[in-house]
């Protein structure tokens, strides 16, 4: 199976600092991912490698198989991600900020929020303007219900 996600000897170097140094990742279709570091690893820093919103120093990113360049918008569409703090509005419930997210990443099919609330076991959270839906929600709404590849 070939990967969705790999690198290749990346490298950011700023100031003739490196903040990373040949990182080498290979994440196939279907597996979750994580970064587990220290403040100041780089985690950030590979992130927006992957996103094209740095270009590396040395080494290369593809996505689905593409190497990313500058004019990478199609794969690019093909993406979502969240990097730091995601924008919420605080007059909004969880629930709607979810569904707002969702309609404008083009995820959104009615009652997909309120299925993936069931699933989780949340039906009724979230339901006051700034209420959370549950512990974290600000990195997980980033993963809108619906949300396939």
Not at 102 to 128: H, R
Request: proline letters at 5%.
């Amino acid at each position: 199976m070939p990967d969705i996600i790999q690198t290749n000897q990346l490298t950011k170097t700023i100031d003739g600092r490196d903040l990373v140094r040949n990182v080498n990742i290979h994440v196939k279709k279907g597996e979750i991912y994580g970064f587990l570091g220290p403040n100041g690893a780089g985690k950030t820093s590979v992130m927006k490698m992957i996103t094209n919103l740095w270009k590396p120093t040395e080494g290369e990113v593809l996505l689905f198989g593409e190497k990313l360049t500058p004019d990478s918008y199609e794969v690019l569409k093909r993406m979502g991600s969240i990097i730091e703090f995601p924008g919420f509005y605080d007059h909004m419930s969880g629930k709607e900020n979810l569904q707002l997210h969702c309609e404008y990443m083009g995820y959104y099919t009615p009652g997909s929020v309120e299925n993936a609330l069931e699933m989780l076991g949340a039906v009724g959270s979230g339901e006051k303007a700034g209420e959370k839906l549950f512990a974290g929600d600000e990195a997980a709404s980033g993963n809108c219900p619906g949300n396939s590849p």
